[in-house]
């Protein structure tokens, strides 16, 4: 099928009442999460989601440099969003831009929301999140991947910072757009939450939908989260199960 055509006369449910991935309207991609693949970072994450694939890594809390960027009541949390030159079809210029240093700094107010920075005064934790491939979503996948690696690093969290997209397309609300949902569809909305309190963490949205629609998208969200909140927890159990079976070796 092309793709070729404005954004309201594209076709992106089949005849079937099926996405152009073969997906239902409240069908999530594939998500594999692994943690602890860096030797080198205090803890890490890999996550495949869809056509995603994102490394993290996180150092800290370490003390603040500059010295004038320490704050004495907590940690500042700096992540910082990279996509790789190979990522996407077009290839991306190297080094930061106006869209990876927004999304640097929504995903570092997400994960400070679920740290305990109060215990770590004049100090720093970095997350570094790099974007290997790029299929749509690449915010709430580093993230979602950001949260497992700050807490496989052994940092105090209130809760993991659980995330997923909503949108519309083609008219029809969906869950968790695909690139051409999100490049030709009506909007998108990117949305984290504190599962434990469901806090909402990060929100944001392109385009328009109406309150109905709107309300929709959030009970998709709800259950989906619930989903990868599991996927999350069991990733983090495993390392610590590897772990342990290599002490008994
Ligand atoms: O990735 P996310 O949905 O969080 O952010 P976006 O700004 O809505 O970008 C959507 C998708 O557009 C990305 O996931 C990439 O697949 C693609 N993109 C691209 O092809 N080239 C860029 N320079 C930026 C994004």
């Excluded at 079937?16 to 997906?23: E, F, I, Q, T, V």
């Amino acid at each position: 099928m092309t793709l070729l055509g404005t954004a309201s006369d594209i076709k992106l449910i089949n005849d079937d009442g099926l996405r152009l991935d073969g997906r239902g309207f409240d069908e999530l991609r594939p998500i594999k999460i692994e943690v602890n693949v860096l030797n080198r970072a205090d803890g890490s994450a890999y996550i495949e989601w869809g056509g995603n694939k994102i490394l993290v890594g996180v150092y800290g809390p370490r003390e603040a440099y500059p010295k004038h960027s320490q704050n004495i009541n907590k940690a500042f949390v700096r992540a910082r969003y990279s996509m790789a030159a190979f990522s996407v079809d077009e290839r991306k210029r190297p080094g930061p831009d106006r869209r990876s240093i927004e999304i640097s700094k929504v995903v570092s107010e997400a994960l400070e929301s679920a740290i305990i920075v109060e215990q770590f005064p004049r100090a720093e934790i970095d997350v570094f999140i790099e974007v290997l491939q790029a299929d749509a979503g690449t915010r709430i996948a580093g993230l979602t991947a950001s949260s497992v690696a700050v807490a496989a690093a052994g940092i105090p969290m209130r809760d993991l910072v659980v995330g997923c997209t909503a949108g519309k397309a083609d008219g029809q609300v969906l869950l968790d757009l695909s690139k051409e949902e999100d490049n030709f569809g009506q909007a998108d909305i990117p949305f984290a939450i504190l599962p434990k309190t469901g806090e909402v963490v990060l929100m944001q949205m392109d385009g328009d939908l109406t309150v109905e629609e709107m309300s929709k998208a959030h009970s998709m969200l709800d259950k989906a989260l619930k989903h990868i909140y599991n996927l999350q927890r069991e990733a983090l159990s495993k390392s610590f199960t590897d772990v342990v079976a290599q002490w008994g070796e």
